[in-house]
């Protein structure tokens, strides 16, 4: 059992089980999240007995890295898991602050057409001290404070919700990394069981949709999910959301030359989303060698971008990051499985 995988009531739990006093926990979470030490024994307020405790239970095992590249204000990783598996991480340097894309799965089943990390289907769920490991990491080999976590690498969140949600607890505790929920922001194909799901718990995290398309009929060609859950439900449950939390949704939108880009899709997405608290995240595509589709040219992004804004849509065009880190979605992991 990896220590990095329980969240701080998790801990107390535990310290209350064998008898101990549950601030223990926040003790612990203090050496490992503020001090960063690197063993059990470093933890010097904590009696020996524990200690000793703690180490039968609880192993600190890292993550290994594979690789590092970096270009201007990106710099992106590739992990190694215990089992010889890996997953990537993503590094963006904002003016607002740092902020690291993490991966969720090994692989991914959801099957989007445009999208890297579908090319090798999911081997697992990642445990979630797979996924707080790859933020203490990240910000060890950096030396500077993540201040923001979007959960857009490889995988699909709530494809393996649990560990997620346990996830973004422990990041999110103040006596751990203390990330603050509106600086976590996890990002759903649209699986509308889990965004109801989510919705239930009121967290204050932002809640984006790979949106894509702004009918059925394209949408199920880009994203086989639609095909289970089609537009209409991913619209009634963000609606639900919107109500039920009183937050906004971000819907991404990638643009895809000659695909989804045309002023017909904009309009459509403008008459989609009227209405709601929402705001549309057009996304340069990152060309992959392997697969088919084009990115948008920058003039017909901004003729897209002024239809919404017409329309009185907010909309953002996302900076582009990494295209010359292979940083798309699963590129680097599928570059490294094929090199070997
Ligand atoms: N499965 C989740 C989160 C991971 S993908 C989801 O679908 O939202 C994170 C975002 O990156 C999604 O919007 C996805 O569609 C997008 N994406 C995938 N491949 C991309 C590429 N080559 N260029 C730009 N964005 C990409």
């Known amino acids: ?56 239970d609880f192993d600190m095992d890292k993550l290994s890295i594979l690789k590092v590249q970096s270009g201007k204000d990106v710099h992106k990783y590739l992990f190694g898991l215990a089992d010889g598996q890996k997953v990537e991480a993503v590094l963006m340097n904002h003016d607002y602050g740092n902020s690291l894309c993490v991966s969720t799965q090994v692989g991914c089943n959801m099957g989007c057409a445009f999208c890297e990390s579908g090319r090798l289907k999911k081997v697992r769920n990642l445990e979630t001290y797979e996924m707080v490991l790859q933020v203490l990491m990240a910000e060890a080999e950096l030396g500077c404070r993540i201040s923001h976590v979007v959960l857009m690498g490889i995988g699909e969140p709530f494809d393996n919700y649990d560990n997620v949600m346990r996830f973004i607890d422990i990041i999110n505790s103040d006596y751990g990394m203390a990330i603050g929920a509106r600086h976590i922001t996890v990002s759903t194909c649209g699986i509308v069981p889990k965004i109801r799901e989510f919705t239930k718990e009121k967290r204050q995290v932002n809640l984006a949709i790979s949106l894509h398309a702004p009918n059925d009929e394209l949408r199920s060609k880009l994203m086989r999910i639609n095909k289970v859950y089609p537009l209409k439900d991913v619209m009634a449950a963000v609606r639900d959301y919107l109500k039920v939390t009183n937050r ?42 392997h697969i088919e589709f084009k ?20 909309v953002t065009v996302r900076r582009e990051f990494g295209s010359e880190v292979s940083a798309a979605c699963g590129q680097l992991r599928s570059n490294f499985e094929e090199e070997k």
């Open 295 to 314: 990115k948008t040219d920058k003039d017909k992004i901004m003729d897209f971008y002024d239809i919404l804004k017409k329309s009185k849509i907010n």
């Open 1 to 56: 059992m990896n220590i990095y995988g329980k969240s701080l009531e998790d801990l107390e739990k535990y310290f209350t089980d064998i008898g101990e006093k549950k601030f223990k926990a926040i003790q612990v979470y203090d050496w490992l999240y503020k001090k960063r030490v690197n063993s059990f024994d470093e933890m010097s307020n904590i009696k020996k007995s524990v200690i000793e405790k703690l180490k039968e």
């Open 248 to 289: 906004k949704v971000t819907f991404e939108y990638i643009m895809l030359k000659g695909i989804n880009d045309s002023d017909e899709c904009a309009l459509e997405l403008a008459s989609l989303i009227r209405g709601m608290t929402a705001y549309v995240n057009l996304i340069p595509y990152n060309e992959t060698s």
